[in-house]
């Protein structure tokens, strides 16, 4: 258990509503990061972060915010959310060099 | 641009009949590959990191093997418990620039 925990787990929303992923760790631990899984592409890099108020792109990142104000939470926000945002994010942080994930959040855009 | 090929997609074998998935990548500069377990409805648990050439790692059942161009899991002998999907992943960059690039996973379905 790498102490990571994702809220919400699962989600329902509109075209065009905002939505906010938070994903809490309770280790300290430095490195946090964004996936998003898809059939067919697998898991794909939305944002990470590097240190409090220290984050930068992934490959997927057009869509989509993210903010570190303190190091146990790293927020995920989608500011207008669209059909094509409908996936499975997970949250994963970096802990000697390698990565453990949570338990991902199921985020449907109707 | 970094790739990370898995195959097959999917594999369905008989208990106690062992196999191997492949893992292929082409990256400029592999600093670790990485090979993880998902359950459906999980986030992926880790399960190994293979760093160099001729590196091998083992747990239980499974065996996870690295050459310059491919990565092969071996599972002998599995058991129905060993049914999930399997994905491979490379790393590039280190530090505050560590990414991991991942496969689209094999899934794999052991039969009793």
């Known amino acids: 258990d790498a102490g990571i925990t994702q809220s919400p787990r699962h989600k329902v929303t509109e075209t065009g509503t905002p939505v906010t992923l938070r994903c809490h760790q309770t280790?300290?631990?430095?490195?946090m990061y964004w996936y998003r899984q898809d059939p067919g592409h697998g898991l794909r890099l939305i944002h990470y972060?590097?240190?409090?108020?220290?984050?930068d792109k992934g490959e997927v990142s057009d869509g989509y915010s993210v903010s570190r104000s303190k190091t146990e939470d790293f927020l995920l926000t989608l500011e207008s959310a669209t059909s094509s945002q409908t996936s499975v994010y997970f949250c994963?942080?970096?802990?000697?060099?390698?990565?453990?994930f949570g338990e991902g959040s199921r985020l449907t855009v109707l | 641009e970094d790739q990370v090929t898995q195959s097959p997609e999917a594999l369905r074998l008989q208990e106690g009949e062992s196999s191997s998935l492949n893992c292929s990548y082409t990256v400029s500069g592999l600093r670790g590959l990485f090979w993880y377990r998902q359950d459906p409805g999980k986030g992926p648990e880790f399960l190994f990191t293979l760093y160099s050439a001729g590196e091998e790692k083992e747990k239980e059942r499974l065996k996870a093997t690295l050459t310059k161009k491919e990565s092969f899991l071996h599972i002998t002998a599995p058991k129905p418990e060993d049914s999930a999907t399997y994905l491979c992943a490379v790393q590039v960059g280190g530090g505050s620039n560590y990414k991991l690039t991942f496969g689209k996973g094999t899934l794999l379905t052991v039969n009793p």
């Open positions: 972060s590097y240190g409090v108020k220290d984050t």
């Open positions: 280790e300290n631990h430095r490195y």
């Open positions: 994963a942080i970096r802990d000697a060099g390698e990565l453990f």
